[in-house]
T-cell receptor, first 113, second 112 residues
C-alpha cells in the first residue's frame, strides 16, 4: 500500500512566523512531489513541485526534498492569515511521472493575526 | 486562460438514479484525471486518461462507476446506480505532458 503521511494539525502559527509542514512517503520509486493548498470548500491549488533532492524556493515558499529519508517539507515564511488553509502533499506513484498522484490527508494551517 | 471546467457544481439526487459528471480540461492538456474527496478517505484518484485513452482505472470503486473521454476536450464520470456512500466532492484535473496537474472547481454530489 503506497502511502503519504501528514500530520493533520491544526498547526497554529502567529502572523509573520515561519510555518513548517511535513510529509513522508512510502514509495521509494517516487520522483515527483507536489504541495497543493486547499481553502475550505474550494479545489486544490498547486503551490510548489519538486523533483530533485534539496531545496526549491518560490517567493515565500520553500519546498525541501530528502529522498533518502523519504521526506518532503514546505516552509512558508512571513506567514499571513490568508495562508490559513489545508496543505496537501502528493507523490507521483512510481518512477515514471505518470501523474498518478497519491495524496496525504492534509495539514490544516492556522495563521493568527 | 480558462481553467478546468466541471459541471454541474452541485448535484443532489436520490439513491438509484444515474449521475453524470462532466469535465472540460484546459486546452492543450493531454492528460485528464478524476478524483474523489471525502473526509474519511481524503483525495483519491479514480481514473486517468492520456491522449483520451484510459490508462489506469484501478481507483474506480465499483462497476457502478464508469468514465469516458470521447475527445480531447470532454470527459464524463458516470455512476449508475448511485448510492448514498457515493456522496463526495468529485474533482477533475488536467495536465500537459509531465507538468503538474491543475484542478477544476469540483462537483459536490449528494445522494439521498
Amino acid at each position: 500500500q503506497k502511502e503519504v503521511e501528514q500530520n493533520s494539525g491544526p498547526l497554529s502559527v502567529p502572523e509573520g512566523a515561519i510555518a513548517s509542514l511535513n510529509c513522508t512517503y512510502s514509495d521509494r520509486g517516487s520522483q515527483s512531489f507536489f504541495w497543493y493548498r486547499q481553502y475550505s470548500g474550494k479545489s486544490p491549488e498547486l503551490i510548489m513541485f519538486i523533483y530533485s533532492n534539496g531545496d526549491k524556493e518560490d517567493g515565500r515558499f520553500t519546498a525541501q526534498l530528502n529522498k533518502a529519508s523519504q521526506y518532503v517539507s514546505l516552509l512558508i515564511r512571513d506567514s499571513q492569515p490568508s495562508d490559513s488553509a489545508t496543505y496537501l502533499c502528493a507523490c507521483d506513484y512510481g518512477s515514471s511521472n505518470t501523474g498518478k498522484l497519491i495524496f496525504g490527508q492534509g495539514t490544516t494551517l492556522q495563521v493568527k493575526p | 486562460d480558462a481553467g478546468v471546467i466541471q459541471s454541474p457544481r452541485h448535484e443532489v439526487t436520490e439513491m438509484g438514479q444515474e449521475v453524470t459528471l462532466r469535465c472540460k480540461p484546459i486546452s492543450g492538456h493531454n492528460s485528464l484525471f478524476w478524483y474523489r474527496q471525502t473526509m474519511m478517505r481524503g483525495l483519491e484518484l479514480l481514473i486517468y486518461f492520456n491522449n483520451n485513452v484510459p490508462i489506469d482505472d484501478s481507483g474506480m470503486p465499483e462497476d457502478r462507476f464508469s468514465a469516458k473521454m470521447p475527445n480531447a476536450s470532454f470527459s464524463t464520470l458516470k455512476i449508475q446506480p448511485s448510492e448514498p456512500r457515493d456522496s463526495a466532492v468529485y474533482f477533475c484535473a488536467s495536465r500537459r505532458d509531465r507538468l503538474p496537474q491543475h484542478f477544476g472547481d469540483g462537483t459536490r454530489l449528494s445522494i439521498l
